[in-house]
């Protein structure tokens, strides 16, 4: 079983910079993917960022070359460092930490209670 917390969540205005933290109680495998997803107000709950145990990241184009995702297994803590932030940033964020279940295609999620992020324009 995995917990999730994270903090960092508040109000900027539009150009401020935030950074996200999400700390894992239980054990993280370097298998995992953790990842950072948000929900903004009548919208879907979407991926933002991922990174993978080897390092490599993912993010959907509008966050691209401004947040950047980065985790410390030691620490078992995935952050989100978010620059140029802009009022599409507004949205509730989730940490997700997706594992893989042995010996099938199916994985399991755990979830975040969530921090909210509000940019004013």
């Known amino acids: 079983q995995v917990h999730l917390v994270e903090s960092g969540g508040g109000l900027v205005q539009a150009g401020g910079s935030l950074t996200l933290s999400c700390a894992a109680s239980?054990?993280?495998?370097?298998?995992?993917?953790m990842g950072w997803y948000r929900q903004a107000p009548g919208k879907e709950r979407e991926l933002v960022a991922s990174i993978t145990g080897g390092g490599s990241t993912d993010y959907i184009n509008s966050v691209k070359g401004r947040f950047t995702i980065a985790r410390d297994d030691a620490k078992n803590t995935v952050y989100l460092q978010m620059d140029s932030l802009k009022p599409e940033d507004t949205a509730v964020y989730f940490c997700?930490?997706?594992?893989?279940?042995?010996?099938?295609?199916?994985?399991?999620?755990?979830w975040g209670q969530g921090t909210q992020v509000t940019v004013s324009s």
């Open positions: 997700n930490v997706d594992r893989g279940i042995p010996g099938s295609y199916h994985h399991r999620h755990y």
């Open positions: 239980g054990t993280i495998f370097s298998s995992d993917i």
